[in-house]
C-alpha cells in the first residue's frame, strides 16, 4: 500500500510540475494582456491631466467619458460580484472550498473593470486583479485537463503565483505567497507547481515587458548595526501605519451607507469626482502609485508635502477600494508604506541621525514594516519588496522591519487584511454559517493534513 501511494505520489508531482508551466504560460499571456491595456489606460490618463484645464472643452468631454465609465463598472459589479476587489480575499475562499467562481466570467470582468477603473484614476493596483486572473487561468486549464478538485486546489494557487510574478517580475515572491498567505504550509504539492508557473510566468512577462524593476532606487548604503533603532523605530510607525489602513478598509462601508449615497452608481460618481479634483491638483497619488514611489527616492521632497501626500493617497485608497470594483490594494498599500517611511526618514535628517544616501533604506523599511502587519506575511513582504527594488543588500533591516510590523500586529490583535476581507465577502455572499471561527480554523488544518498526505513519501 505504501509504496502504491509512493508511485502516485511520484507521478503527481511530475504532472504537478507540468501543469505549472501550462498555467504559467497562459496565466502570464492573460496577465500581460491585461498590463498592456491598464499601461495605454493610464498612459492617455496622464497626457490628459498635464494638458488639459477645467476651463478647456476637453475637460467636459473627460467628465463625461467619466460618466460612461461608472456606468460600466456599476455593471460589472452585477454581472459578477466575486470579481470585485483585490480578488485575494476570493482565491482564498476558493481554495479552502468555501466559494466557487466562474472563471471565464471573472477573467473578462476583472479586465474590463481593472483596466477602466484603474485607467480612470482610482487608487487601485493591478497586483490583486494579476493574482485573481492567473487563479482563474489555472482553474479554467485544471477543468479542461479534467484534474481532480485536490490537483486543481494546487493550480489555483500556483495560478496566483504566477500572477504575483508576472505583475511586478517577482517569481520568487510570487511562490512564497502561495506558501505563506495562501496555503499557509510548505509542502512540496503546493510548491512544485508555484515555483514552475512563477518562474515561467515571469520569463513571459520579461520577454514582453522587459526585465527592469518596478521601482528604481539609487544605490543603497547598508546601515550600521548602531542605527538598528532607526530600524526598529520606523517599522513601529509604519507598522502602526499599516493596521490603521486596514481599519479604514474593513469600515470604508460605513462611509458609503450614509444617505448621500443610495445605490452603487452614486459611490461610483463620489470616487471618480474626487479622482478628478485629484487629477489637476495631485496627479501622483491616482492609480497604483509605483512612479510616486520612485519620485520620492530621487528626490527631496518637504515634510509638509510628504504629510500631504501620505493623508490624500491614504484616504483615497480607502474611497476607492470602498466600491467594490475590481481593483486591489497591494500597489497603493507599498506607496503608503513608502510614504510612511519618507516621513520617518525626512524626520530622522532633519535629526541629523542619517544621511541624505540613506533615505531609500527607510522608503523600504517603511513599505516592508506596513506590509506585515496589514496582510500578516512577512517572508512574502520583504522577498516581494527586495525583488522590487533590487534592495538585496538590506535584507537584516528588511527582515528585522518586517518581524516588527508582524509582532505589533500580533499584539495589538490587528486581524490580517485578506482574511478579515474574506469574512466581508462571506458574509455578502450569504454564507454567514461558514464564517464561525472554528469552522474556518478546521477548514485549513484539514486542508493543511491533505496537503501533508500528498508530501509524504
Known amino acids: 500500500m505504501l509504496s502504491q501511494k509512493n508511485r502516485y505520489n511520484h507521478k503527481l508531482r511530475l504532472r504537478l510540475f507540468a501543469d505549472g508551466i501550462a498555467v504559467g504560460v497562459l496565466a502570464s499571456l492573460v496577465i500581460s494582456f491585461f498590463r498592456y491595456a491598464l499601461e495605454l489606460a493610464e498612459q492617455w490618463r496622464s497626457v490628459f491631466y498635464n494638458r488639459v484645464t477645467p476651463a478647456s472643452p476637453q475637460f ?44 471565464l466570467r471573472v477573467i473578462w470582468v476583472k479586465i474590463v473593470g481593472g483596466v477602466t477603473g484603474i485607467g480612470a484614476g482610482l487608487s487601485l493596483g493591478r497586483e490583486g486583479p494579476s493574482i485573481q486572473l ?16 485536490v490537483e486543481m486546489r494546487y493550480l489555483i494557487s500556483s495560478g496566483a503565483a504566477a500572477g504575483l510574478a508576472a505583475a511586478f517580475n517577482a517569481p520568487l515572491a510570487g511562490v512564497i505567497f502561495a506558501l505563506e498567505e495562501l496555503h499557509h504550509n510548505f509542502s512540496m504539492p503546493v510548491l512544485i507547481p508555484g515555483m514552475a508557473a512563477a518562474f515561467v510566468s515571469t520569463f513571459v512577462s520579461r520577454t514582453i515587458f522587459g526585465g527592469g ?32 489602513f486596514n481599519q479604514g478598509l474593513l469600515n470604508i462601508n460605513r462611509f458609503y451607507r450614509l444617505p448621500l449615497f443610495p445605490n452603487t452608481f452614486c459611490k461610483i460618481i463620489f470616487a471618480l469626482c474626487v479622482s478628478v479634483a485629484l487629477g489637476l491638483t495631485f496627479p501622483q497619488v491616482l492609480g497604483g502609485g509605483s512612479q510616486l514611489i520612485n519620485y520620492l527616492a530621487h528626490s527631496a521632497v518637504s515634510l509638509e508635502l510628504l504629510l500631504l501626500f501620505l493623508a490624500t493617497k491614504f484616504l483615497f485608497t480607502l474611497i476607492s477600494y470602498g466600491l467594490g470594483i475590481p481593483g486591489g490594494f497591494f500597489l497603493p498599500m507599498l506607496v503608503i508604506g513608502a510614504l510612511t517611511g519618507a516621513v520617518c526618514g525626512r524626520i530622522l535628517f532633519a535629526l ?22 496589514s496582510v500578516r506575511a512577512p517572508i512574502t513582504g520583504t522577498i516581494l519588496i527586495m525583488e522590487m527594488s533590487k534592495s538585496y543588500t538590506i535584507l537584516l533591516s528588511c527582515g528585522m522591519a518586517a518581524m516588527i510590523g508582524f509582532v505589533l500586529a500580533e499584539l495589538l490583535r490587528s486581524k490580517p487584511i485578506y482574511e478579515a476581507l474574506l469574512e466581508q465577502t462571506l458574509h455578502q455572499q450569504k454564507y454567514a454559517q461558514l464564517l464561525q471561527k472554528e469552522d474556518l ?11 501533508q498526505y500528498y508530501n509524504e513519501e
Open 60 to 103: 467636459f468631454i473627460w467628465l463625461g467619458v467619466l460618466a460612461i465609465v461608472a456606468y460600466v463598472l456599476n455593471k460589472l459589479t452585477r454581472i459578477e460580484p466575486l470579481a470585485s476587489g483585490s480578488g485575494i480575499p476570493q482565491v482564498k475562499g476558493a481554495l479552502l472550498n468555501l466559494i466557487k467562481m466562474n472563471w
Open 134 to 149: 492567473g487563479a482563474m487561468t489555472a482553474q479554467g486549464y485544471a477543468k479542461m485537463v479534467h484534474r481532480n478538485n
Open 213 to 244: 524593476s518596478v521601482f528604481i532606487f539609487p544605490e543603497f548604503h547598508t546601515l550600521e548595526l548602531s542605527q538598528c533603532y532607526l530600524v526598529i523605530g520606523t517599522a513601529l510607525v509604519a507598522g502602526l501605519a499599516g493596521i490603521l
Open 352 to 373: 541629523e541621525l542619517i544621511g541624505i544616501t540613506n533615505m531609500p533604506n527607510i522608503l523600504v523599511i517603511g513599505m516592508v514594516a506596513f506590509f506585515a502587519a
Open 441 to 451: 480554523s478546521h477548514r485549513n488544518h484539514d486542508l493543511q493534513e491533505e496537503d
